[in-house]
């Protein structure tokens, strides 16, 4: 008599194979059998209304509201020089280093900090010293310039 060329772990691994592809299959009918048809376009179809919340009942049209596009401002607004009214801030000196020639501002109006450079000093200033400034943007934020002392 010849021996089985199937080994025990053999069988048990078709065995085991044949069982995941029978649940596999299960599954598979399982989902035809629940699938829902596609919704239709109104079911579908989303609006936002007046408040900006999303809703799926369409707006009431009286409450809509026109704009002009000339009065819309996506961006910053452009600057143009002598349009803001009170350009001058005041602040304290919170940082100053004489020999490296900079230091830093803290705005008594916003509390940021602006940057000051030896450069922009009218009359020379320490720490604590009470500020009179312009500013403008620099290459890496608000930079302080026309600098003088007393509020």
Do not use: C, W
């Given at each position: 008599?010849?021996?089985?060329?199937?080994?025990?772990?053999?069988k048990d691994?078709?065995?085991?194979?044949?069982?995941?592809?029978?649940?596999?299959?299960?599954?598979?009918?399982?989902?035809?059998?629940?699938?829902?048809?596609?919704k239709s376009?109104?079911?579908?179809?989303?609006?936002?209304?007046?408040?900006?919340?999303?809703?799926?009942?369409?707006?009431?049209?009286?409450?809509?509201?026109?704009?002009?596009?000339?009065?819309?401002?996506?961006?910053?607004?452009?600057?143009?020089?002598?349009?803001?009214?009170?350009?001058?801030?005041?602040?304290?000196?919170?940082?100053?280093?004489?020999?490296?020639?900079?230091?830093?501002?803290?705005?008594?109006?916003?509390?940021?900090?602006?940057?000051?450079?030896?450069?922009?000093?009218?009359?020379?200033?320490?720490?604590?010293?009470?500020?009179?400034?312009?500013?403008?943007?620099?290459?890496?934020?608000?930079?302080?310039?026309?600098?003088?002392?007393?509020?």
């Open positions: 008599m010849a021996k089985s060329q199937e080994t025990f772990g053999k691994k078709q065995k085991q194979k044949l069982k995941n592809r029978q649940a596999k299959e299960e599954k598979m009918q399982e989902r035809k059998a629940n699938a829902k048809k596609g376009l109104d079911e579908m179809m989303a609006y936002i209304d007046e408040n900006g919340n999303i809703s799926s009942v369409p707006p009431d049209p009286r409450k809509m509201k026109t704009f002009k596009q000339e009065d819309m401002q996506i961006s910053i607004p452009k600057y143009v020089p002598g349009e803001q009214g009170e350009t001058v801030r005041k602040g304290i000196v919170t940082f100053f280093n004489d020999a490296k020639g900079f230091g830093f501002i803290k705005d008594l109006q916003t509390q940021e900090s602006v940057f000051i450079h030896v450069n922009q000093l009218q009359e020379a200033i320490k720490e604590n010293d009470k500020v009179s400034f312009e500013v403008e943007m620099g290459a890496k934020g608000p930079s302080a310039i026309n600098v003088k002392k007393g509020v």
